[in-house]
């Protein structure tokens, strides 16, 4: 069975709340003492759960336009948007966990503690920088801006990047998750320089 537009959309976007269906029952399970899936640091671990799920969908939003073009399958392409709106939504969590269960909302350390740990600035320079893009997103503006509209959501690239250096910035006894997480994301942008380069000489040839 061939599955429809629509089909494919309510999969995805089923697939995509996944995440968030696990992180809300772990957390009902650690309040009702039932099982904690969380450890013996929950506030970490949501933070952690909720920033790796974040970065795992921009890597994927990234990813849709290579995998179009070197398989051909186009019906990946109308999902990107939503792929886009979850990694906006995981990474507002993220942020939400970190200033909730690690600061305890007390805004009056969080200037001392970017000061103290720079991978906090990096992140909501991401972060921030997913909100013009999350505005934008609709038809209406894509209409409204034309051709600027494509070059704002090329901030993407910088998101990303930003996403990895944040992710770099605090290794401390385990390396591997984090510079896999770069490596990926480093493919992907040089990926996408390669195509900018190949559509380039094609112009010009």
Known sequence: MVLTLTGRRWLIGIAC?????????????VQTGEWNLLGPEPGKAITHFTGTWGFNFLLLTL?????????K????????????????????????????FLLGWQWGELGREV???PYLLVG????????????????????????????????????????????LLQ??????EPVAYTLIAAFLLALRLWFFAKKKRARTS
């Open 17 to 29: 709340a996944l995440p968030l269906i696990y992180i809300v029952q772990a957390i009902v399970r």
């Open 73 to 100: 399958q186009k019906w990946v392409m109308p999902h990107r948007r939503m792929l886009g709106l979850y990694a906006a939504f995981y990474v507002s969590l993220h942020a939400l966990a970190y200033l909730a």
């Open 171 to 176: 290794i401390r006894a385990s390396w591997f």
């Open 115 to 117: 000061v103290e740990r």
């Open 124 to 167: 909501a320079l991401s972060w921030l920088l997913l909100l013009p893009l999350v505005i934008t997103s609709t038809k209406a503006w894509q209409r409204r801006l034309k051709r600027r509209w494509k070059q704002l959501h090329q901030l993407i690239y910088v998101i990303v990047a930003l996403a990895a250096v944040h992710y």
């Open 63 to 71: 990813a849709v336009t290579p995998i179009v073009r070197l398989t």
